[in-house]
Structures are given as C-alpha cells and as structure tokens.
C-alpha cells in the first residue's frame, strides 16, 4: 500500500470521505501519546464511522481539536453534559472534547500484519487495570522508557 504524506485538513476530510460510505480507514499510528499500547511504527489502526454508542469508555476515537490538530485518544469518561474526557495512554492528562468534533472510532488494531479487534474481554481488562493506574501512570511510563532505552 502507498502511503500519503497530507496535512491534517486533508487527512481529516479523506477520513470522513472513507468512512461516510461505510469504508474503513488505515492510519498509521504516529507520535507517543498512547503508548504502552500503542507504538509508533509498529501498529496500523482502522477507521471506521462513529456512532453515539461508541461514545463509551475505552473508546478510541480519532478527534480533531479547535486548532485542527488530529488526535487519537480514549475516552476515559462520558460526563453528564454529554462531554467527553479524553486520555492518552501514555499521558497523565486529560482533555474535554463535544461529540461533534470526533470524526471516526478505532475499530481494528493492525499489528505484525494481524488485525485484531479493541474490544475483546482480555483487552478490556488491560484497559480497565491501566486506567486505574492513572495516579501511579508517570512512574509506570518513566520505568518503561528506561527499559526500552529512551531518554525522555
């Protein structure tokens, strides 16, 4: 498959041309947000149309921000006023985000040249002990680095 450098514009606006018609979109994973569990250069996720019953936790959605920045991220909690609270993996923050500004929803996790799905029981607890180790996350990830040789 050829791969196509666009802007984040151009890249948001063929998403949603792919997934409007019910097609699925492969998107490198890039940058180190949501590591452990996902990695840069290793694993491939696939795109598909959100729907409001993908607005639940654990969810990974693909959303962009107000300055047009595209960012994938987990929902780590749907608040009362319909807002989402999203968290990277590999971060100790989160973010608010309105429904409207998510564009597509992982469905498949390319890996090795496997595809496998998010929501399998055995991933949903790993999700589940992870997000509980939300206060203990900035030494968690401090201590994976050092085991896998980087600096930051």
């Not at 807002?83 to 500004?101: F, H, R, V, Y």
């Not at 597509?104 to 998010?118: D, P, S, T």
Request: aromatic content about 8%; overall charge positive; hydrophobic content about 40%.
């Amino acid at each position: 498959m050829e791969k196509l450098t666009l802007t984040s514009t151009e890249l948001a606006d063929t998403i949603k041309d792919v997934i409007k018609t019910g097609g699925s979109f492969p998107l490198e994973v890039t940058g180190t947000s949501m590591r452990p569990f996902f990695i840069q250069g290793r694993d491939t996720v696939w795109l598909r149309r959100c729907e409001q019953s993908d607005f639940k936790k654990g969810a990974i959605l693909l959303f962009e921000r107000r300055d047009k920045t595209l960012v994938l991220h987990r929902v780590r909690e749907v608040l009362p006023q319909g807002e989402l609270l999203m968290n990277g993996d590999g971060q100790t923050w989160c973010e608010k985000i309105a429904p409207s500004q998510v564009l597509a929803v992982v469905g498949e996790i390319e890996r090795n040249g496997k595809k496998l799905r998010c929501d399998t029981p055995f991933n949903n607890i790993k999700v589940s002990l992870w997000r509980g180790a939300m206060p203990a996350r900035y030494y968690i990830l401090k201590l994976w680095k050092m085991f896998n040789g980087e600096r930051k």
